[in-house]
């Protein structure tokens, strides 16, 4: 089940780093994680986010997750998860991470309701899938 979703998430994972390379040849800003000299993230407006700097938080942030859900995935499906209750939670969790950059960091002055669901809903992806993998070795345990 965790090999069916490396090809999703790494496409979307793909596509994000893209957007941040388009911006840095349309701006021929090779390095650096700003476009705009005054910096908003400092001051506070989100309503005219830097679009390099949206790009690379919203890549930046799909990496801080998606790696630790794979491994998670795999040691739940190792130790004999079901694969259909899997299946569905790597279907949620992409759809999650997906809003959270879609309908949430790219929505209006980056706080789209998608934002705050994205990452609810990581976290008790993460949390419940970590459970769920000790669950199943409970056996180890003794219980």
């Known amino acids: 089940v965790t090999a069916t979703w490396a090809l999703p998430f790494t496409g979307y994972l793909l596509f994000l780093a893209n957007r941040v390379v388009y911006q840095r040849i349309k701006n021929e800003q090779w390095i650096g994680d700003k476009l705009n000299k005054s910096d908003a993230t400092k001051t506070g407006d989100s309503s005219n986010p830097d679009p390099l700097y949206l790009n690379i938080r919203s890549h930046v942030n799909f990496l801080e997750n998606v790696p630790l859900a794979f491994v998670l995935s795999a040691i739940a499906e190792l130790n ?63 219980y």
């Open 80 to 142: 004999g998860a079901d694969r259909t209750i899997l299946n569905y939670a790597m279907a949620a969790f992409f759809a999650a991470r997906v809003g959270h950059v879609e309908m949430g960091l790219r929505g209006a002055n980056t706080m789209g309701p998608g934002r705050l669901v994205g990452m609810l809903s990581t976290q008790a992806f993460l949390g419940g899938l970590a459970a769920y993998g000790t669950y199943l070795v409970k056996g180890y345990w003794g």
